[in-house]
């Protein structure tokens, strides 16, 4: 027996075990969705340590039992005392998104690094003498990357003052996530920088991929 959750649109979100046990059954389903995937680091990344609210409207929930399913409906509401308009309230939830799908895109480009350099680690000890050196530029030019990208010693990011593409995404979506008006255009602009500098690190271990590893 489980309970299927459904957006306003239909779209199917998530599936929870709704229980077996006589009697009643309390199933809990959050108003917030998970946290997002970041890269990997030795440092805790508070900024991202919590997911968006979902948005406003009518959810469908289904409970399936065997053959038999049970529907109802879930109405989530906007805070009554939210005196912001509905366009800066839209501009304010796709400023969010943006910032929250970069963090989980970044961390598949970094994840998509370590495990390039892993692989070339593992390669370099069959290699011959002519791919080498090569493959050492390699390995170094990922550890490089993912430097880049995350802090790798502890302690570093806020505290220390060495702040890497993961900090400074977070950083803006935990602000925007903080205030549920109309984002500043600063922040929008840095998003577009970020943005394009996850497709930067993207498009370079594409290519380390694609022509650098030995078959």
């Known amino acids: 027996m489980y309970v299927n959750v459904y957006d306003s649109t239909g779209k199917f979100m998530k599936k929870l075990p709704a229980g077996n046990r006589k009697g009643i059954n309390i199933v809990q389903l959050s108003t917030m969705m998970d946290p997002p995937k970041v890269p990997k680091s030795p440092n805790i990344l508070d900024d991202a340590a919590f997911g968006p609210k979902y948005v406003s409207g009518t959810y469908t929930l289904k409970l399936v039992k065997g053959t038999e399913t049970f529907t109802t409906y879930l109405k989530l509401n906007d805070n009554p005392e939210m005196n912001h308009t509905f366009e800066d309230r839209k501009l304010q939830r796709?400023?969010?998104?943006?910032?929250?799908?970069?963090?989980?895109?970044?961390?598949?480009?970094?994840?998509?690094?370590?495990?390039?350099?892993?692989?070339?680690?593992?390669?370099?000890?069959?290699?011959?003498?002519?791919?080498?050196?090569?493959?050492?530029?390699?390995?170094?030019?990922?550890?490089?990357?993912?430097?880049?990208?995350?802090?790798?010693?502890?302690?570093?990011?806020?505290?220390?003052?060495?702040?890497?593409?993961?900090?400074?995404?977070?950083?803006?979506?935990?602000?925007?996530?903080?205030?549920?008006?109309?984002?500043?255009?600063?922040?929008?602009?840095?998003?577009?920088?970020?943005?394009?500098?996850?497709?930067?690190?993207?498009?370079?271990?594409?290519?380390?991929?694609?022509?650098?590893?030995?078959?």
């Open 94 to 215: 796709e400023t969010l998104m943006k910032a929250y799908n970069l963090l989980e895109e970044l961390a598949s480009v970094d994840q998509q690094i370590l495990d390039t350099h892993d692989t070339l680690k593992i390669k370099i000890t069959g290699a011959k003498r002519s791919e080498l050196k090569k493959m050492q530029t390699q390995i170094a030019i990922c550890e490089k990357l993912h430097e880049q990208i995350s802090a790798t010693q502890s302690g570093e990011g806020g505290i220390t003052g060495q702040v890497r593409l993961r900090e400074n995404i977070a950083e803006i979506y935990s602000a925007v996530a903080g205030y549920p008006g109309k984002p500043t255009n600063l922040q929008i602009k840095a998003l577009e920088n970020y943005d394009n500098q996850v497709k930067d690190f993207a498009a370079r271990i594409k290519i380390i991929k694609k022509n650098d590893i030995p078959k």
